[in-house]
Each structure stands twice: as C-alpha cells, then as structure tokens.
C-alpha cells in the first residue's frame, strides 16, 4: 500500500494538465478543432495566446475564430476577425473557409478598413505637419494598403487615396536634400488674378531662363486662372487658409511650356494647379525688345469663402 504523501502526489500529477509546447499548440489545436472539441481547443489556445511571433498568433487567433463560429459565438469570433485585421489589414481568410466564416470575416473588414484608413492618414497627416518624415512615410503607405483592400468605389476612398499619395510623395521628397534655390532676377509687379473669391493668385518674382542674362521687360498675364478650391475629404480643411507657389516656365511666344509646384498647398490641389497653369498665356518677357524665354512664380493663396 502506497504511504499517503505517495498518493497525494499521484493525485496532484493526475489532476495537473498535461504540459503542451508552444511550438506544438497549433498541431494540438488542428487535432482538437477537426474532431470538433471547439472548447478544449479554446482552452490550448488560451494558454498560449501570446507565444511565438505575428504569424504564429495570427495563425492562432484564426483557429479561434473557426471554434468560436462553430460553437455559435458570432459575435466573439467577429470581435477576433477584428484583432486580425487591424493587425494585418492585407489579411484574407483561404477560400476553403466554410462560407459562414468568409461571410462574418467580409462583414467585419468592411465595417472596419475605412477607420483605419482614416487613422492612418491622420497619423501620417500629423507627423507631417510635425515635420517627422521618417514616421510619415510608413503611415502613409499603411494607409494606401488599407485602402487597397477595401472594394467601395465612392468619392471620399479616392479622395482620401489622393490625398494619401500626394503627402507620400511630399514626405519622401522631403527626406532628399533640398536642391539650391533659384536666384531671382528682377521683381516684376503684381499681376491680378482672374479669381475674384475662393482661391487668390498673386505675382512673385519673374526669374530668367538659362539663356538670358537680364531681362528687360517681364512677362504680362494674359491669363491666369486658378482652380477653384473645393475640399471634399475634411470639412475642417474647408475654413482653412493655404499658401503655395507654382513656377512657369514660359516660352518666346508667351505660352507655358512647363510647370511646376515650388510650394505645396495639398497634393490634390497641386496636381489641379498644374493643370491650370499648363493653359495660361502671357505677353512674353523682352530682352532688348526681342520676345525671350522666361520663369515666373506664382504665389496662390487659398482663403475660406464667406457663405
């Protein structure tokens, strides 16, 4: 006969549960799911919930996912689903998930994706204007994969894709060495703008062409109309005043030849200037009363309307 500390500890061996290694809880949890013992393998899962790196949870928190819909808990499996995409917002479950699990998955990423989109942009947006390039740059780009998944097609998606780019271009540029400023050469006056609201342009300086040493004579606006400003994405962007500048570079016959931006004001907005400004016409500048090449920036100033 066994002497009683002999048979408390049996008895504490028997009760005690059976020790299961991390890297073999994804076995034991595929075993214990396709023999439909949903909660014991809730249990494994439980006890190893943070072990391993992100594949190895997001491979767990997916069998959770699976025994949770099978035992008719929806809406934890949902709130999983959501722990899985906010992680991962590229993540889809295999088309051999039975349709019930697709379905749920479906219904969370929708509901979801376009907050986090929004988030990310925001985040990105901030680090911008903190002039922290380095942290908006993966922000950004976050932002344009969320995007990427989600199927909707309406104006405010590809305002906020536009948008998204536009900064993600800014914030890269910004991370190179700035080129050397131009050195003006005479002030040319103020030229008025086509634009009686909404958006102002207003003349800076005319800068000469590679080819001409000095001008005589600066270019005149003939027409210089800018776009007008309707922000759809923020409203708060709406009540906002902006500045920035586009150079010209205009050509003998007094036609733009080229554009481009020197100071951003939003990246949807820059791409709708550049437009604009591909059509504007000038009197050309003279050099020694001979029609000549020339540069000219142009300062725009978008104010908030008075409704």
């Known amino acids: ?3 009683l ?21 994804i076995d034991v949890v595929r075993q214990l799911y396709v023999s439909a013992d949903y909660e014991s393998a809730l249990e ?11 594949a190895a949870i997001e491979e767990r ?28 917002p590229a993540y889809a479950p295999d088309e051999q998930e039975p349709p019930r699990v697709r379905a749920a998955f479906a219904a969370v990423r929708s509901r979801i994706l376009p907050d986090i989109a929004r988030a990310s942009y925001a985040k990105g947006k901030a680090a911008y204007e903190r002039k922290e390039y380095s942290a908006a740059v ?15 097609e309406d104006q ?16 890269r540029a910004a991370m190179k060495p700035p080129p050397p400023p131009p050195v003006p050469d005479a002030a040319i006056p103020a030229a008025p703008s086509d634009v009686k609201t909404g958006p102002v342009a207003t003349s800076g300086t005319d800068e000469p062409s590679a080819a001409v040493t000095r001008l005589t004579k600066g270019p005149e606006v003939v027409r210089q109309i800018v ?3 309707n922000p759809l994405w923020f409203a708060t962007e709406v009540k906002r005043e902006f500045r920035g500048a586009v150079e010209v570079s205009i050509d003998e016959s007094g036609a733009v030849a080229a554009a481009r931006i020197v100071e951003s004001i939003t990246p949807v907005y820059d791409q709708q200037l550049l437009e604009a400004a591909a059509k504007w016409r000038y009197v050309p500048a003279e050099r020694d009363g001979k029609p000549v090449a020339s540069t000219k920036r142009v300062e725009v100033i978008l104010r908030p309307r008075d409704d």
């Open 44 to 54: 494994a899962l439980d006890r190893f919930a943070d072990a391993g790196g992100a």
């Open 156 to 171: 405010l998606a590809g305002d906020l894709r536009a948008l998204t780019t536009g900064f993600l271009d800014l914030s």
């Open 138 to 152: 993966p922000a950004f780009e976050r932002t344009l994969t969320v995007l990427d998944q989600l199927e909707s």
């Open 227 to 229: 776009p007008p400003w």
């Open 61 to 88: 928190e997916r069998f959770r996912a699976l025994c949770l819909i099978a035992l008719g808990r929806t809406t934890d499996a949902e709130a999983v689903f959501e722990r899985i995409i906010r992680a991962n």
């Open 5 to 25: 500390p002999g048979v408390i500890l049996s008895t504490l061996m028997a009760l005690s549960p059976p020790q299961i290694a991390a890297a073999d809880t």
């Open 1 to 3: 006969m066994a002497s």
